[in-house]
C-alpha cells in the first residue's frame, strides 16, 4: 500500500513537471510571437513613409527607388510581405514594377539564402517568395526541392513557385509531369498552379495530350481550355469517344467552349450513349442561344433520360420565341405522354419566372408575347394566370 | 487680405525668380513645403546631409522662420523623385527632432501648370494642416479635369485592395472613400452617393449581392463595377443579371480598370 503512494506520488510529480515544461514552452512561443509582432510594427512603422512613396509613385514611368535607410534581415522580410501582398492583386505594368523592386531590393538574393536553410519552413516560405517574385534564378533550386518533398501539400507550393518563376514553358511541362506521376486525380489543381505560369503552354499541352498517363491528358485537355485559340488537336476529337469518363467529358467541353466543332458534331453528341454529354451539350445550346439546333432540341425533350429531356426543354425556353413554339408543338403532338407533361411544366414554370423579371421593358415584352402564345396554343389557365 | 500676401513670403521671394523661369523655358522643377523648426546652424547641416546623400540634385532651401515653414526647390525633378528627395528630407528631421508637421510634396508641370501659383497654393495647404501628424503628401492641384471630384466607394475586405486602389486613384484626382463590409459600404453609400461603387461580391455584415440590390433599389444613378476573386462564368452572368454594369477579376490591372471607369463615368454624364 505505501508501495502505491509512492508510485502515486512520483506520477504526480512527473505529470507537474511535464505541465510546468510545456507552460513554459508556450509562455516561451507567446513571448516569441509578441516580440516579433511588435518588432513588425515598428520596422512597419519605420518605412510607412517609404511604402506610401511606393504606393504613389507607382504609376510613374521611374523606377521605384529603394529606401534611403538601412534594410536588416528582420525588415526585408516585413518589407517583402507587404510588396508580395500587392504583387499578388495585381497584373501588368505595375505588378512587374513591384517585382522589379524586389530584385532592386536584394529580396531575391535573400530568400535563395534563406532557401539552403536547415529548417522546412524556412525553405517552403523562400520557396513561396521566389515564385511571387517571379525569379528564374530560383529555378533549379525550386526543382530539388520538388524531388525532395514527393508527397504532400507542400510539392503543390512549389510547383506553382516554378509555375510562377519559370521563364521557359518545358519547366512548367516538367513540373507538371512530376507531379502528376502519382495519377492521384489531382488535375484540377496543377491546371490552377499551370495557370500561374504567364507562358504560353499550348505546345506543352498539345504534347502531353499524347501521354500514357491519363492525369496529364486530363490536364492538358483542361489547360487548353484556357488558352485563347487553341487551335483543335486531331487528339482532342478523339479523345471524345474515350473509355475515361473524364477524358470524354473534357474533351467534349473543350471541342464545345473552343468553337471548333461543326453542325455534325453536336448532332452526334446530342446522340451519344453518355446522358452527361447529351445534358451538356444541351445545357450549351440554350446557353449560348444557338437557335440552328431548336429542332434536335426538340427531339431532345423525348429523350429517355429524364435530366436529358428536361435540360432540352429549358434550353429550348432560352432560344426565345422559336424555341418557345417548339416546345408548344411537343406538348400539342404528344398529347396524354409523359413528355407533354413534361414540356407543359417546363413551359408553366418559365411563365411563372418571367412574370417576376418586369423590370425592365425588355422582359416585360418577352413575358407578354409568351403568354400570348401560350394562351394561343392551351387557351386561357385561370389557375395559372393566379399564380403568376 | 495683407496678411495672406505676407504668408510665406521669405519662401515665394526666394524661389519667385526661379519658378518664373522654369515656367517660362516649361523645364520641370520640384518643390517640398516642411513645417519644421530650424535655426540656421541646423539648416546649414540638413543642406550639407543632403548634399552628401543626393550629390546630383540641385537644391534650393528656404526657411521662413516666423511660419515655420521650409521651402525646398529641387531642379530638373519630377514628381517621383521629389517625393523620394522628401524621404529623405522627413527622415532628418525627424531624427533631429525639427520636424513640426507634415511634408506637401509637388512639382512642376506634373502637379500645377502654373510654377508660381502652385508655390503659393501649396503654402496656403500647409497653414491649413494640422501640427501633430508627420506624413508625407501630395499636393493635387485643382485642375479642371473630368477626374476632379467625381465620387468613388471602393468596397471590399481586403486591405491590400483597397490600399493599391484608392492610392492609384486618388492620384488620378478621384474623391475615393472605403468600406470593408457590406454593411459599413451601404452607410457610406448613403451618405455620400457616389458616381461609381467599385465592389467585391463576397463581403460580410451584408452580401455582395444583397449590398448590390440595395445600392440598385436606391434608385441613385450610380453606376456599379464588381471587382472579385469568382471567375466562373455562372457568377458573372448572375452579377449581370443584377443590374452591374461591370465585372473584372482579380488579380487586375490598374490600368485596365481605369479605362473601364472612365468609360462607365462617361456613359453616367
Known amino acids: 500500500m505505501f508501495f502505491n503512494l509512492q508510485m502515486a506520488y512520483w506520477v504526480v510529480y512527473g505529470l507537474l513537471a511535464i505541465m510546468g515544461i510545456l507552460t513554459i514552452v508556450i509562455m516561451g512561443i507567446k513571448f516569441r510571437n509578441a516580440r516579433n509582432q511588435k518588432k513588425t510594427e515598428e520596422s512597419l512603422q519605420n518605412f510607412q513613409s517609404y511604402l506610401d512613396y511606393v504606393q504613389s509613385q507607382l504609376d510613374e514611368e521611374d523606377r521605384l527607388r529603394t529606401p534611403n535607410q538601412k534594410v536588416g534581415d528582420f525588415d526585408k522580410k516585413v518589407l517583402q510581405k507587404v510588396l508580395i501582398d500587392w504583387i499578388q492583386r495585381l497584373s501588368g505594368v505595375h505588378r512587374d514594377k513591384l517585382i522589379t523592386l524586389c530584385h ?57 513557385s516554378i509555375a510562377q518563376a519559370a521563364d521557359e514553358p518545358k519547366d512548367v511541362k516538367e513540373m507538371l509531369t512530376y507531379l502528376a506521376k502519382e495519377e492521384r486525380n489531382n488535375y484540377h489543381l496543377l491546371a490552377d498552379i499551370a495557370g500561374e505560369s504567364t507562358l504560353d503552354l499550348r505546345v506543352q499541352y498539345k504534347q502531353l495530350l499524347t501521354s500514357e498517363n491519363k492525369e496529364l491528358v486530363k490536364l492538358a485537355l483542361l489547360g487548353l481550355s484556357n488558352q485563347t485559340d487553341s487551335g483543335m488537336d486531331s487528339n482532342v476529337r478523339n479523345y471524345v469517344y474515350a473509355k475515361d469518363k473524364e477524358i470524354r467529358m473534357n474533351a467534349v467541353q473543350l471541342l464545345i467552349t473552343s468553337g471548333a466543332w461543326t453542325s455534325n458534331d453536336i448532332k452526334k453528341m446530342l446522340h451519344f450513349n453518355d446522358s452527361d454529354v447529351r445534358a451538356f451539350v444541351a445545357q450549351w445550346i440554350g446557353d449560348s442561344g444557338v437557335v440552328q439546333f431548336a429542332d434536335q432540341l426538340r427531339e431532345g425533350v423525348k429523350d429517355s433520360d429524364k435530366i436529358v429531356a428536361r435540360t432540352c426543354a429549358k434550353s429550348l425556353l432560352k432560344l426565345g420565341e422559336t424555341g418557345f413554339i417548339k416546345l408548344c408543338d411537343v406538348t400539342v403532338q404528344n398529347e396524354g405522354q409523359p413528355v407533354a407533361d413534361l414540356a407543359l411544366e417546363c413551359i408553366q414554370e418559365d411563365l411563372k419566372e418571367s412574370s417576376v423579371q418586369t423590370g425592365n421593358i425588355e422582359h416585360v415584352t418577352s413575358y407578354n408575347q409568351k403568354l400570348y402564345l401560350y394562351q394561343k396554343y392551351f387557351g386561357k389557365d385561370e389557375g395559372l394566370t393566379q399564380a403568376i | ?142 485642375r479642371p479635369s473630368k477626374q476632379c471630384n467625381r465620387s468613388i466607394l471602393l468596397v471590399d475586405s481586403d486591405e491590400s485592395v483597397l490600399e493599391i486602389l484608392s492610392s492609384f486613384l486618388r492620384g488620378k484626382g478621384y474623391d475615393v472613400h472605403t468600406a470593408q463590409d457590406g454593411k459599413e459600404g451601404l452607410n457610406q453609400f448613403e451618405k455620400i452617393v457616389p458616381e461609381l461603387v467599385i465592389t467585391e461580391i463576397n463581403l460580410s455584415a451584408l452580401g455582395g449581392y444583397q449590398f448590390i440590390n440595395q445600392v440598385r433599389d436606391s434608385e441613385a444613378a450610380t453606376q456599379i463595377m464588381v471587382l472579385t476573386n469568382k471567375h466562373l462564368e455562372e457568377d458573372m452572368k448572375r452579377t449581370f443579371e443584377f443590374g452591374v454594369s461591370e465585372y473584372m477579376t482579380k488579380p487586375f490591372s490598374l490600368i485596365e480598370i481605369e479605362t473601364r471607369m472612365k468609360k462607365l463615368l462617361e456613359h453616367s454624364m
Open chain 1, 104 to 160: 532592386d531590393l536584394g529580396l531575391i538574393d535573400f530568400n535563395l539564402k534563406r532557401i539552403k536553410s536547415f529548417s522546412e519552413f524556412k525553405r517552403l516560405d523562400a520557396a513561396y517568395y521566389l515564385g511571387s517574385m517571379r525569379s528564374s534564378k530560383a529555378i533549379p533550386h525550386l526543382f530539388k526541392m520538388l524531388k525532395k518533398n514527393k508527397e504532400g501539400s507542400e510539392a503543390f507550393i512549389i510547383g506553382r
Open chain 2, 1 to 142: 487680405m495683407a496678411q495672406s500676401q505676407h504668408v510665406g513670403s521669405r519662401i515665394v521671394k526666394t524661389f519667385n525668380h526661379f519658378l518664373h523661369y522654369y515656367q517660362e523655358s516649361k523645364l520641370a522643377c520640384g518643390v517640398i513645403i516642411v513645417r519644421a523648426d530650424l535655426n540656421e546652424k541646423e539648416l546649414e547641416n540638413l543642406q550639407s546631409y543632403m548634399e552628401q546623400e543626393e550629390p546630383k540634385v540641385g537644391a534650393q532651401f528656404s526657411y521662413d522662420q516666423s511660419e515655420g515653414l521650409l521651402g525646398i526647390l529641387l531642379d530638373d525633378c519630377n514628381i517621383g523623385y521629389t517625393h523620394f528627395y522628401s524621404l529623405f528630407i522627413k527622415d532628418y528631421l525627424e531624427q533631429q527632432g525639427c520636424l513640426k508637421g507634415s511634408l506637401l510634396v509637388g512639382s512642376f508641370p506634373e502637379s500645377s501648370d502654373h510654377a508660381e501659383q502652385m508655390l503659393f497654393s501649396m503654402i496656403w495647404e500647409m497653414m491649413d494642416k494640422p501640427q501633430d501628424q508627420h506624413t508625407i503628401e501630395l499636393f493635387q492641384y485643382d
